[in-house]
DNA sequence: GTATCCATACTCGGATAGTGGTTGTCCGAGTTGCTGGGG
DNA sequence: CCCCAGCAACTCGGACAACCACTATCCGAGTATGGATAC
């Protein structure tokens, strides 16, 4: 029961992005927040391939969200980067061994099953309530300062 | 974001569990349900390790429930066999990089590790309402005939 | 007949290999912006 | 002065290894049972 460290790593960024005004390349992503270049592109080719953010090839290139950010969810984030297929998988135990059930016995989910969906479900719910631009919101929030506008500062500055 | 397969093992283990009058050894829960015997002993062996089941050794000895049925949750054995530490880990990236916050600034945890927190603490709060006595009950309600007397003839049955 | 002892077989428990997925890395394809020259 | 072709640098994208957790397995430690034996 772990889930995929890059999924962090992949918000942070969405944040980010939601400040920045013009597309930021994979590379200044990581060295911003001090991560490897190579494995960070990959989990922005994830969002990519999700169609959460768009990449702009050549110079001054980079990523942008396509969408407003109150329109992104952190749970569209997570499913895109960590996977979409439900933690537990049900095996249908039931239906094996010197006990099993016939197959026409088991029309609905085991209670088993439904038990650890109703739980899958409540925190997906619990994702999907909260989007990117609550969470910039949060973000500066915490601080006294606008946090964003230092960002934006090192996003186009130099090196 | 995988849960281990053996949680749904321990799941079923504990219902059967709860049906039975006397200890049932590893190898005929194993048989039970059609699975490794060895890899099972492994599953049952941290339930015993978390306090959940006791184990009895020797002639006719084997594994009995602990607590009552109403009274061991769902989430109790998620935790035992899958492991307790949360599925998100904050590495603090806030704290890393050019912009890195100072520490003095990041009392209380970030945004992110917010969200992500609260979205966890929902899943065990869903899987922390059900027990095995729930689980036990809505198995005999999913079919017509009551499945633990057949389940406790066969366990008391020969080889 | 009864109590004791012992051999047996059965149980769990931890230490030990194999495998799929996440982590981390690399190089090639494609596009944009700039520069220089020509009209 | 304006337009165009070429170049160079920068970008992403997918294909390629290394490590760790889950999967699966084995053999040793310990104990209750049953029977045989002595009283």
């Known amino acids: 029961m772990k889930l995929s ?3 962090e790593w992949a918000l942070h960024c969405c944040v980010v992005l939601s400040a920045a005004t013009a ?44 969408r407003a950010p109150a329109e992104i969810t952190v749970l569209d984030i997570v499913e ?30 085991c209670a088993i099953n439904r038990a650890m969906t109703a739980a899958d479900d409540a925190w997906r719910t619990s994702l999907r309530a909260v989007s990117v631009a609550d969470l910039a919101g949060e973000v500066n929030d915490d601080y006294d300062v606008d946090v964003f506008a230092g960002i934006r500062g090192w996003l186009s500055g130099p090196s």
Request: proline fraction near 10%.
């Open 5 to 7: 460290g890059g999924v």
């Open 80 to 109: 895109a980067v960590g996977g979409a297929t439900p933690a537990f998988a049900c095996t249908e135990i039931r239906q094996r061994g010197p006990m099993a059930s016939p197959p026409s016995a088991c029309v609905r989910p």
């Open 23 to 66: 597309p930021v390349p994979a590379g200044r992503l990581a060295e911003l927040h001090d991560v490897s270049p190579t494995y960070l592109a990959k989990q922005l080719q994830a969002l990519a391939r999700a169609g959460l953010i768009a990449s702009t090839q050549g110079h001054s290139g980079g990523y942008s969200l396509t």
